[in-house]
């Protein structure tokens, strides 16, 4: 969530201290938004919010495996053309593909046309199919990570954000992960994706969605 854009719908820089960026509705948001219309209905409306659909949740991991090494922003203005691409990331789908898939997707101006990725996506829809066979949902494989409340930060203010990378709960999912066959899941990649479905909640305090998720994860019903 780096990349650097003009900001039209933020009134302001963000705060050095708070590292909150006001727009120009009043309201104060994480500074990453960076006052960018579709940046801003992604931070609202989806990243924190509690997920446990599996499909939603294999898109997710999926396209943080693609951001690595790109900005997030890149792969959220491709999300519809990796939707296409990928059979709208319907992993019983996904995991027929063949080698003419692959090849069909290398020549997909709509999305990141990796190879290694395109294959792992491939790969992973395999391997999604086993986890759900064992676990009975991808839901409850992956919410059985979730770090205990003492386990995380008081805080969540701009200094410890900025050290949140990667945690305990990442590396033990991500390995878990690795020895399960899963490729393109090192513990960053599994953090931003356990930030992105709401198994942590850093916005930041002060945000004007903090609370509003922190009280959606107090409802949430974890899948089991």
Partial sequence: MTEQKSAPAAKAEPDPDTGLLVGTDGQSRCWWYGGLEDYQRYHD???????DEDRRLFEKVCLEGFQSGLSWLT????????????ANFEFERVAKFTDKDVE???NDSGIVRHRKKIESTINNANRALELRKEFGSLAAYFWAFEPKTEDRPEKIDFPTAKTLGRTAE???LSKDLKKRGWSFVGPTTVYAFMQSMGMVNDHLE???CRDKIEKARAGFKRPV
Avoid: D, M, N, Q
Wanted: hydrophobic share 40%.
């Fill in 45 to 51: 409306e989806e990243w924190g919010w509690p997920v």
């Fill in 75 to 86: 792969i959220l203005r491709k999300r519809e053309g990796f939707r296409a691409a990928f």
């Fill in 104 to 106: 069909r997707c290398l």
């Fill in 170 to 172: 990442s590396t033990a």
């Fill in 206 to 208: 002060g945000c004007c």
